[in-house]
Structures are given as C-alpha cells and as structure tokens.
C-alpha cells in the first residue's frame, strides 16, 4: 500500500523498546524508548509496545494510520505472528504479534524480523531491483536476503537467519537455536569470548575485554576474533556467489571493535569470490540507529498489513 501519512515504526529488542513517529520521506519526527519487559511474558510485551506506539502518536492528530513493528524472533509477516523465538522474550514463540498490537492500538499493523526491516533502508538504497546480503552480527548473528528488489522472507519467515548456516570453524559447538556447528556460535560476540575462554581458560563475558586485549597483540584474543570475522567473511562469499548481489552490508555491534576484525571477515570474504565478483566487498551500514525504526515504519507498503478487531 501507499502510506501517505506519518507512520509509527516499533523496534523489538530483548532489552529495549524503540519508537519513532516517521514521516514518508523517512524523517524521524519523534522518538521514544523504555524498557522491554521480557520476563513479563508476550502479554507485557505487548502493551509496552502499545504504550510506546502512543507516546510518539500523542500530539500528531489523525494522520497516522498504519503501524510497523521490528521484533526479534523468527517473524512470518503473512500470519503475523512469531514462529519461533530464543529465551531472550519469554514465551515469545507463538505471540500473536500483529494481531495484539492491532487490538491495542486500533491501526493496522504490519510486522517483521528486526533485521530484514534494518536491511530494508539499505535495499532501497541500493536502487530498483537490487539484490542485497545484509548481516548483523552482535549478542547473535542475524541476516537478511533480498533478490531483485524484493527481500526473501521464506517459510513461516525463516529466510535470512545467516546465523544457522553451518560453519567449519564452529564444528560441534552448540547453537542458542538447539543445531550444533552454526556460524552464530563462533561469530556472535558472545561465541568470539567463548572462544577466548576455550583457548586461555580464562572465561570472559564481555566481548570488549577480548578487543581491549587483542590490541595490545594478545595471541589468543587476536585468534579468536579473527576465527570468528574469517567463519562470518566465508559464510557472506559464498552467499554473494549463490546470489550475486549489488550489496553485502555487515552491520551490529561486533565490526565496530576494530579493523583487526573487519579486515579479517574482508579477506575472507574476497578469497571466496567467483571471478565476476571480484571487486565486490562488504559494506558498512548506510543508516545508523534510526534504521530499524525506519525500517519497521516502511513494512506496511511491502508486507500484509493486519487490521483491528471491529469496534
């Protein structure tokens, strides 16, 4: 559809919930954060998303008629609900995602992934009928696909989850997904310390005390990261030489540590290319925090919008 109005963008994360009122150009008009009440259940969720929805629509009369929410999980923007989801929200998997927020806010709700409605902004970027690979690599490895103009949302909205492809440098090591030897495991932040810990027996739970000692030339901080920047360069290789894409963006927190690991995940990346796409490298993120709820603004002009119950 053609949203000709402000629209409301959500962004659902495990530990916080953002909101921006978004005009059609995509200039942010207003914004508002709180707390995600995860160990509340989908219910809290729920009414905190609604509640946020309605601190950035509270003065701007009735122009705004549509909302678009980014949530983390697996997310089928069809049915609107979510199909399968970590600890991180409980009971999460299964929350009737758009039809809750409907009835509590009485817009129409278009839902999805969190990541696919960040890559979004980057697509459109990218031009008409562009391909792009995005990955976000951060607590989780989280991904979006989109070919010829469109984002590939698959199967009850499993399409993109780069995190669970199977990676030789993550061979036997358990994923947060239930699977063993996925990419997430060894190139997550969490998965790079865990690392560490394995190489030195000296566990760490943050992933910039690995970064601090790394630069300083630490053998076994500089292994672990560059470990998981070459599993993530191979993964987005032989993804661009399946789908030749104009774009690969890496976003999330986990490239920001250095140019020890984004140089690393580049060389990786070039080694696996096909002739054709040589010159082709990965980018950073065009957009900054504001993409998501840019992004979660912009669904209901590509994805099925869900209406309130009637009054």
């Known amino acids: 559809m053609t949203v000709t109005g402000a629209a409301i963008g959500l962004d659902l994360g495990g530990t916080k919930i953002a909101a921006a009122l978004v005009a059609p150009n995509g200039t942010v008009l207003a914004r508002h954060t709180r707390a995600t009440p995860a160990a509340d259940g989908p219910d809290a969720v729920l009414d905190a998303l609604a509640a946020a929805a309605r601190s950035v629509d509270g003065d701007t009369g009735p122009g705004v008629g549509v909302l678009g929410v980014a949530a983390a999980g697996v997310i089928d923007p069809v049915t609107g609900t979510v199909t399968s989801a970590t600890d991180s929200i409980r009971g999460w998997a299964g929350t009737a995602l758009a039809a809750g927020l409907a ?3 009485g817009l129409p709700v278009a839902c999805d992934n969190d990541v696919r409605a960040t890559a979004a902004p980057e697509l459109a970027a990218a031009g008409a009928g562009a391909s792009l690979v995005y990955m976000a690599i951060g607590t989780g490895v ?4 989109a070919v010829g103009g469109r984002m590939v949302h698959g199967t009850a909205g499993i399409a993109g989850h780069l995190g669970h492809v199977p990676s030789p440098e993550a061979a036997g ?3 947060t997904c239930g699977g063993t030897g996925h990419l997430e495991a060894v190139a997550s932040g969490p998965g790079i310390a865990a690392l560490y810990g394995r190489l030195t027996g000296l566990p760490v739970d943050r992933l910039e005390t690995v970064a601090e000692r790394a630069a300083s030339g630490e053998e076994p901080t500089v292994r672990a990261i560059v470990t998981g ?8 290789g032989g993804l661009a030489n399946t789908l030749g894409p104009d774009r690969v963006v890496v976003g999330g927190g ?3 540590i250095g140019p020890l690991y984004w ?5 990786a990346f070039a080694a696996e290319l096909m002739p054709p796409l040589a010159r082709l490298r990965p980018s950073r993120p065009l957009f900054g925090a504001d993409a998501a709820v840019i992004g979660a603004a912009r669904l209901p002009t590509h994805v099925p919008l869900h209406a309130p119950p009637p009054s």
């Open 229 to 236: 920047a070459v599993a993530a360069g191979r993964i987005l």
């Open 254 to 256: 986990v490239p920001h």
């Open 142 to 145: 989280g991904g979006a696909v």
């Open 263 to 267: 140089d690393a995940l580049t060389e």
């Open 173 to 175: 090591l358990p994923c």
């Open 103 to 105: 009835a509590r806010t």
